[in-house]
Nanobody
Framework: QVQGVESGGTSVQAGGSLRLSCSASGLRFENYMWVWFRQVSGKEREGVAA???????MYADSVKGRFTVSRDDFENTLYLDMNRLKPEDTAKYYC???????????????????WGPGTQVTVSS
């Protein structure tokens, strides 16, 4: 396996919560920056949350205060805790690893080159 694999996506009602996981077994995890992106069919991919190797975080304005990104460097797993979900959060969510070793954090898509297959989150009103 040379990619992270996302899981946890499902259908949920507005106001609910979900936890997404990205398992990077077989892939170097520690010391890299990781990010969650999402994409609605026909639209551009959007950065949701990112976390640096030093556990600094960054969030899209649309999810601040509702989503939390975290990482477990022992389990090689990235998480996204999503609360107070809205219908506009409906998308396919992807995790990705940075191209290199960064001390800072960014959601610039060009800085990531190892992508998972994605997991679908559907929020109904």
């Amino acid at each position: 396996q040379v990619q992270g694999v996302e899981s946890g996506g499902t259908s949920v009602q507005a106001g609910g919560s979900l936890r997404l996981s990205c398992s990077a077994s077989g892939l170097r995890f520690e010391n890299y920056m990781w990010v969650w992106f999402r994409q609605v069919s026909g639209k551009e991919r959007e950065g949701v949350a990112a976390i640096s190797s030093g556990f600094n975080t960054m969030y899209a304005d649309s999810v601040k205060g509702r989503f939390t990104v975290s990482r477990d460097d022992f389990e090689n797993t990235l998480y996204l805790d999503m609360n107070r979900l809205k219908p506009e959060d409906t998308a396919k969510y992807y995790c990705a690893r940075s191209r290199g070793l960064y001390g800072s954090v960014t959601m610039a898509e060009s800085e990531y080159n190892v992508w998972g297959p994605g997991t679908q989150v559907t929020v109904s009103s």
